[in-house]
């Protein structure tokens, strides 16, 4: 019993270092497709370098959510892979460990990744993108004069187009301004000055440009008249409902609405269309997730056994090309899900099953010491690295 404890803990505390590793790793790579949101945001509404580690760390939640069980698998698979090129596995089994037994210590790494990406689905994504959504809205409010654009027609406002000719973004000043106003019933108010000023006040959302020496013209298509009025100071209210609609809105979006949240809503919909299947597929989703642990972490220990011709460099790809396999099951299942083609549960779970059954029949086939033919695809990986590599030398 002491000799098992002393291999089970082995085994665990191998697996540790790549399951960071690896968690880092993608966790860094899911982030740099968000720095375009992240771009978009600092270049269009000058955000500053606080608000975007901030919108980063928010987003982190959701991409822990697919990068915990890719890292548990990558774990599992990089170890087995170094204990079988290494021939501890043969020193294992000649002292009478089956393949079996092994099986405790990646079941119980599995156990901590199922209950980390449990955590996050459940309660880590939906606060993050609140988090995310609440950040972004406030740095579009708060900087709506740097997401103006000059020598442009801007008609981000509700019913009124705005054109200015230059945009002082630090103090907000607008030069050569023209505005057509179509927020009054049958009337077009249309307004030039030479200068102007957007005052804010966030806390109240109001946005008001204040306009100096320019002139106003009222065209009344109803009764066919117009006039003309010169100013000196004209005010005029900004309606950015829909400048801000895109960032902040009333109903919670599915990804973020919580257990009970979704349950409720499912409860309360009174008609099946793809609104529901896609808020019932959200809930399946919560737990079919985290279970991948189990599946791909499974999976991973017969490749890595079967596989210890390769490098680890090698076992990496075998092990992203499946995790590839899992995440194409699971996005077929959103897709026919959603339309309601079959029930949400088997898009959700069928992933698992398709990954955790093949784990299984291979895990079996490595007990009985029976040669898996995965030599071949290794081969095949190999000689499309060199092909590559002798074309970069070319």
């Keep these: 019993m002491k000799i098992n404890t002393i291999i089970y803990r082995y085994i665990f505390k191998e697996m540790i270092p790549p399951f960071v590793?690896?968690?880092?790793?993608?966790?860094?790579?899911?982030l740099?497709?968000?720095?375009?949101?992240?771009?978009?945001?600092?270049?269009?509404?000058?955000?500053?370098?606080?608000?975007?580690?901030?919108?980063?760390?928010?987003?982190?939640?959701?991409?822990?959510?697919?990068?915990?069980?890719?890292?548990?698998?990558?774990?599992?698979?990089?170890t087995f892979l170094r204990l079988s090129s290494d021939n501890e596995l043969i020193a294992l089994k000649t002292s009478g460990v089956s393949v079996y037994r092994l099986l405790s210590p990646v079941m119980s790494f599995c156990l901590l990744g199922y209950m980390l990406t449990l955590f996050m689905t459940i309660y880590g994504m939906p606060w993050g993108r609140l988090a995310v959504k609440e950040l972004v809205y406030k740095a579009v409010l708060s900087n709506l004069a740097v997401g103006?654009?000059?020598?442009?027609?801007?008609?981000?406002?509700?019913?009124?187009?705005?054109?200015?000719?230059?945009?002082?973004?630090?103090?907000?000043?607008?030069?050569?301004?023209?505005?057509?106003?179509k927020r009054s019933q049958n009337i077009v108010i249309t307004t030039v000055a030479p200068k102007g000023e957007l005052v804010s006040d966030p806390d109240k959302h109001v946005w008001l440009l204040l306009l100096y020496n320019?002139?106003?013209?009222?065209?009344?298509?109803?009764?066919?008249?117009?006039?003309?009025?010169?100013?000196?100071?004209?005010?005029?209210?900004?309606?950015?409902?829909?400048?801000?609609?895109?960032?902040?809105?009333?109903?919670?979006?599915?990804?973020?609405?919580?257990?009970?949240e979704l349950q409720k809503y499912?409860?309360?919909?009174?008609?099946?269309?793809?609104?529901?299947?896609?808020?019932?597929?959200?809930?399946?989703?919560?737990?079919?997730?985290?279970?991948?642990?189990?599946?791909l972490g499974l999976l991973a220990v017969p490749l890595g056994i079967q596989s210890k011709s390769a490098k680890r460099s090698l076992g990496l790809v075998?092990?992203?090309?499946?995790?590839?396999?899992?995440?194409?099951?699971?996005?077929?299942?959103?897709?026919?899900?959603?339309?309601?083609?079959?029930?949400?549960?088997?898009?959700?779970?069928?992933p698992?099953?398709?990954?955790?059954?093949?784990?299984?029949y291979l895990l079996i086939k490595t007990a009985n010491e029976r040669q898996l033919r995965i030599d071949p695809v290794i081969n095949l990986i190999k000689k499309?690295?060199?092909?590559?590599?002798?074309?970069?030398?070319?």
């Design 318 to 350: 075998v092990g992203l090309i499946s995790f590839l396999f899992y995440y194409v099951l699971l996005s077929i299942g959103l897709v026919f899900g959603e339309t309601g083609a079959y029930p949400p549960v088997i898009g959700m779970w069928f």
């Design 352 to 360: 698992n099953i398709a990954m955790g059954g093949l784990g299984m």
């Design 21 to 30: 590793i690896s968690l880092i790793f993608f966790t860094f790579v899911f």
């Design 148 to 181: 103006l654009k000059d020598r442009t027609f801007n008609d981000d406002f509700k019913n009124v187009v705005l054109y200015v000719s230059k945009i002082n973004p630090k103090n907000k000043e607008f030069q050569d301004i023209f505005i057509e106003d």
């Design 32 to 78: 740099m497709a968000e720095m375009l949101k992240v771009i978009n945001m600092v270049v269009n509404y000058d955000v500053g370098v606080l608000a975007v580690l901030l919108m980063l760390a928010y987003s982190t939640p959701y991409f822990l959510t697919f990068v915990t069980p890719m890292s548990i698998m990558m774990a599992v698979l990089l």
């Design 384 to 394: 499309i690295k060199s092909r590559l590599t002798g074309y970069e030398k070319a």
């Design 214 to 260: 320019g002139t106003t013209y009222q065209v009344d298509l109803k009764n066919r008249s117009a006039n003309f009025i010169d100013f000196e100071t004209y005010e005029i209210r900004l309606d950015i409902s829909k400048t801000t609609s895109n960032y902040k809105q009333r109903a919670k979006h599915r990804k973020e609405m919580s257990l009970s």
């Design 266 to 295: 499912l409860n309360t919909s009174t008609q099946n269309d793809s609104q529901y299947y896609k808020t019932l597929m959200e809930l399946h989703k919560k737990f079919s997730i985290p279970v991948a642990c189990f599946a």
